[in-house]
């Protein structure tokens, strides 16, 4: 199964994963990294090591908040590795897919990353211009 | 805010630099200069494709920074060169000139003495430099531009007098 690393700022990534998990359930091979204002980058580097280690016999979806914030960034820097994929702008929707679809094993992981990140940018509407659309 | 932006920030390139500075003041001009990021492609290439299309980033050792003073051939708009410490900073000052503006943005060093706010941790003989800079030049502790900066000499008197007590 593809394991899931969450790197966000602050509580967001740890409140996404409780939040995914009221839905779909407990989930298996997932780690939470938040990053608080008063962490440096070493140390968040050093956690995202040790959560990418825990995973080494897996491959590695890392969901990050903002792409070119502190924690997309420090994941990047892992894309070397072929088993490793970084989605930014992590969301409920995207989250739920990589969960859902993960307990596939025919899907591999970079058909989980696509269709994951097309679930979050898929699921941002304006709603007010799609009621006047179909009223 | 003068044009030329020193920044001391540990994280380089990120969301505050991004959406506070970058995007905000539309900065064409992003230097990073550090000792070990100048040898670092994979880094370097990851800080440029964040950036967005109308900013160039170029990076710089301290003694290359200094030799090419590329600061003073950029005549117009504004220019942000990042460092990651204090000690990095005093080390350009050679390059200063009074058309700048130094800013600590993000210092979370591993050790400190100081909580200057919640992301300003500095150690003691850092203040005390950062003291030494603020009596040429101001020095601000700004983390994003829309926010109102607050000159450093105010956190000093803050900090000595915590200390007093």
């Known amino acids: 199964m593809v394991s899931i690393i969450i790197l966000t700022h602050g509580l967001l990534g740890e409140e996404l994963y409780r939040t995914a998990e009221m839905i779909v359930g407990i989930q298996d091979k997932v780690e939470n990294i938040s990053i608080h204002s008063g962490l440096s980058l070493n140390e968040a580097s050093l956690q995202l090591e040790a959560a990418i280690d825990k995973f080494k016999d897996d491959c590695c979806i890392i969901f990050t908040d903002m792409f070119g914030g502190s924690p997309s ?41 696509s269709a994951s990140a097309e679930a979050g940018r898929s699921s941002i509407k304006v709603a007010g211009s799609l009621l006047k659309i179909r009223s | 805010m003068n044009r030329i932006i020193y920044r001391v920030d540990d994280r380089f390139i990120h969301g505050q630099i991004l959406e506070g500075w970058v995007n905000y003041l539309n900065i064409p001009n ?8 100048s040898g670092d492609k994979i880094r370097t290439n990851i800080y440029k494709s964040v950036l967005p299309e109308s900013s160039k980033l170029s990076v710089y050792s301290i003694d290359d920074f200094c030799k090419k003073q590329p600061v003073s051939k950029i005549k117009k708009n504004y220019v942000m060169i990042i460092v990651d410490s204090v000690h990095d900073l005093l080390s350009l000052k050679k390059a200063f000139n009074d058309d700048i503006y ?64």
Not at chain 1, 81 to 102: H, W, Y
Not at chain 2, 127 to 138: C, D, I, M, R
Request: with cysteine; proline share 3%; aromatic share 8%.
């Open chain 2, 30 to 37: 992003i230097m990073i200069v550090n000792d070990v990021l």
């Open chain 1, 73 to 113: 960034n420090i994941s990047m820097a892992y894309l070397a590795q072929d088993s490793i994929e970084v989605v930014s702008g992590v969301n409920l929707p995207m989250l739920l897919k990589a969960f859902t679809m993960r307990m596939n094993p025919n899907y591999s992981l970079t058909e989980i990353a």
């Open chain 2, 102 to 165: 130094i800013n600590i943005g993000c210092v979370v060093s591993k050790e400190y003495d100081i909580c200057v706010t919640d992301t300003v941790f500095l150690r003691t003989d850092e203040l005390e430099s950062l003291k030494e800079l603020a009596s040429s030049y101001e020095v601000y502790v700004h983390k994003v531009s829309w926010e109102k900066p607050v000159i450093l000499s105010k956190f000093i008197g803050k900090v000595q007098n915590e200390h007093r007590r």
